[in-house]
C-alpha cells in the first residue's frame, strides 16, 4: 500500500473510507489541506466522536508507523521527548574509572552519545522508516496536560525539530502526520492552535450514524441498527452530564448483538445502559419511565416513516 498522501478531498475521503471510517467532506477538506500543506491537524470535540480514531485510519491506510502520545496531568519531557540511560551512564563512568581511563572532559562527552538516549514519542516521531515515510505523530488529549508543556510543543509543531542541550537540535528530515486531539476541558493556547489547522468533530446526524454502525457492527440487525441511532439521537437531545459519542453507539449495538437482540424493548435498555452512559446520576435520569418514553417516541416515528 503507498505511502503517498491522498492527491485531492476525493481520495482523501476513499481513504479514510477504506480504513472504515465514514467521514463527512468538510473533515476530508481539512485533513486533505493538512497532509497537502504539511501541517499539524488539531482535532476538537467531545469524547468519544471519533477523534483518535482518525490517526489510527492514517496510520493504517498509509502504511506508516503510528506514534502515539497519551497526554495526562504531569506528563514531562522526560516522558514525551527523551531522557537518558543514567544506569548505563554510571556503568560507563564506573568501567572508565576501573580502567584507569578518567579523562573527565572526553568522559562527559561519551556519556552523552545516541546510545545512551532513551528516545519518547516525540523524538521518535522524528525518525523517518525504513522505507523514507516519516510516522504519523498521535498526541492525543492535550487539554490533560498543563500550559508549560503545551508551550513545549511550541517548537515540535513549528519547526518539526527538538533541542537536546547535550547534543544540539534534532530536526525531522521529513515533517511526520500530525494529528492533535482536544476533548476540551481546558482551552488551548491560541499560540499551538496558529500552528496546526483546525476542525471541531460533532456528534454526527442520524444517517452518518447509521453508516458507521453498518461498517462498524455489521452483524447487528437492520431494525436494530436504526433504533438504536434514533434513540441514541433522542439521547443527545437529554441535559445529562455525559452525552454518548459514537463509541458507546457502537458499544451498544455491539453489546444486543451478542445478547441475540434483534429490536429494543425497555427492559432491555433498562438493563444495557451501562453500556452508553457512564455516570450514575445520568443512568437514574433515563432508567425506568423515560427510557421507555424515549423508545416509544422512536418506534412511533420509525412506524410512520416506513423504516
Given amino acids: ?27 476530508a477538506t481539512t485533513l486533505f489541506l493538512a497532509l ?16 483518535t480514531e482518525i490517526a489510527k485510519v492514517l496510520s493504517e491506510t498509509l502504511s506508516r508507523p503510528l ?6 496531568e504531569g506528563l514531562d519531557v522526560a516522558s514525551a521527548v527523551y531522557e537518558w540511560n543514567y544506569a548505563r551512564q554510571m556503568i ?20 552523552f552519545r545516541n546510545e545512551f538516549l532513551i528516545k519518547r514519542p516525540l523524538l521518535q516521531a522524528l525518525e523517518v522508516a525504513a522505507d523514507g515515510a516519516a510516522p504519523v505523530l498521535l498526541i492525543d488529549e492535550l487539554d490533560r496536560t498543563d500550559e508549560a508543556f503545551e508551550a513545549y510543543l511550541l517548537e515540535v509543531l513549528s519547526d518539526f525539530q527538538i533541542t537536546i542541550p547535550e547534543i ?34 460533532d456528534y454526527p446526524d442520524a444517517e452518518r450514524e447509521l453508516a458507521i454502525l453498518r461498517t462498524k457492527v455489521p452483524g447487528c440487525e437492520e431494525t436494530l441498527s436504526r433504533q438504536v441511532v434514533a434513540f441514541i439521537q433522542r439521547l443527545r437531545e437529554h441535559d445529562l452530564f455525559k452525552l454518548p459519542g459514537i463509541a458507546e453507539t457502537i458499544d451498544w449495538a455491539t453489546a444486543l448483538t451478542e445478547l441475540n437482540k434483534i429490536v429494543l424493548e425497555p427492559e432491555t435498555v433498562d438493563n444495557t445502559l451501562g453500556a452508553i452512559l457512564k455516570y450514575q446520576d445520568d443512568i437514574q435520569k433515563i432508567q425506568g419511565s423515560e427510557a421507555a418514553k424515549i423508545l416509544e417516541e422512536v418506534k412511533h416515528d420509525m412506524a410512520v416513516s416506513g423504516s
Fill in 1 to 27: 500500500m503507498s505511502t503517498a498522501i491522498p492527491k485531492d478531498i476525493d481520495a482523501t475521503l476513499d481513504l479514510l473510507t477504506r480504513g472504515n471510517y465514514i467521514a463527512d467532506r468538510s473533515l
Fill in 36 to 51: 497537502k500543506m504539511g501541517r499539524p491537524l488539531f482535532l476538537e470535540g467531545e469524547a468519544g466522536v471519533g477523534k
Fill in 67 to 72: 506514534v502515539r502520545l497519551q497526554c495526562y
Fill in 92 to 111: 560507563e563512568i564506573r568501567l572508565a574509572e576501573a580502567s584507569g581511563d578518567i579523562d573527565r572532559e572526553r568522559l562527559g562527552q561519551d556519556i
Fill in 168 to 201: 544540539g537540535t534534532i530536526k525531522a528530515s521529513q515533517p511526520p502526520i500530525v494529528i492533535v486531539t482536544s476533548n476540551r476541558t481546558r482551552e488551548i493556547h491560541d499560540a499551538l492552535k496558529r500552528r496546526c489547522l483546525y476542525y471541531w468533530v
